[in-house]
């Protein structure tokens, strides 16, 4: 019984608190956690011989991974003018990566045979450029190197989502879509002639 009546008075004191406001903080049992020594940003740092909390880097710093020396390579130019040929060697691995990666990212706006007829123009107001075309085959590596890095007019810049590797290999990719309907039967070798039709 004392039990009890100690319980519903305690309950009812509990009760009755809940309501009650003050103006007075809250007791802190650990204030370190809420109140940690810290600079908000751009603040000033008198410790610091610029004075704020954010020190540049040092001249000629690089980020990890980011080291682009070879220029060529990187941009798809050198000294303003476009690389005239692919850096890659051309082989089955270079082909193979460069189909992968143009199903992926080319194909929808191009399609899969580069004839620029992919899901995104049957479903939208502006069509791809057919990569068949004298134009774009006039183009040297280089330059479609910088349209995939860049973009150009209505296509998007895929530098952020395409390694340069895999640009280089797109490129090369391309090259091998364009030949498939520029082909003659001296393209093919002598001994497999006789089976063409």
């Not at 303003?80 to 992926?104: A, C, H, S, W």
């Not at 040297?140 to 895999?166: L, N």
Request: hydrophobic share 35%; net charge positive; with cysteine.
């Amino acid at each position: 019984m004392r039990k009890a009546a100690l319980i519903l008075l305690g309950s009812v004191l509990a009760a009755g608190c809940a309501r009650l406001s003050t103006e007075n903080p809250p007791i802190e049992i650990f204030p370190d956690m809420k109140r940690q020594p810290k600079f908000k940003p751009q603040s000033a740092n008198e410790w610091l011989a610029e004075r704020g909390i954010t020190l540049r880097p040092v001249p000629g710093t690089v980020a990890v991974g980011h080291l682009d020396q070879d220029e060529a390579f990187y941009t798809g130019a050198k000294n303003g003018l476009y690389v005239g040929r692919n850096p890659l060697p051309i082989d089955m691995e270079t082909l193979k990566r460069g189909q992968e990666r143009f199903n992926i990212y080319c194909a929808p706006c191009h399609d899969r045979t580069g004839s620029g007829r992919g899901i995104v123009g049957s479903r939208s107001m502006w069509l791809a450029n057919n990569l068949h075309d004298q134009r774009i085959k006039d183009m040297v590596d280089g330059e479609i190197f910088q349209v995939i890095t860049y973009g150009r007019r209505t296509m998007p810049s895929y530098r952020f989502q395409i390694p340069p590797r895999d640009r280089w290999a797109i490129v090369a990719y391309v090259r091998a879509l364009q030949r498939t309907t520029s082909g003659t039967i001296e393209d093919v070798p002598a001994d497999l002639r006789r089976e063409l039709r």
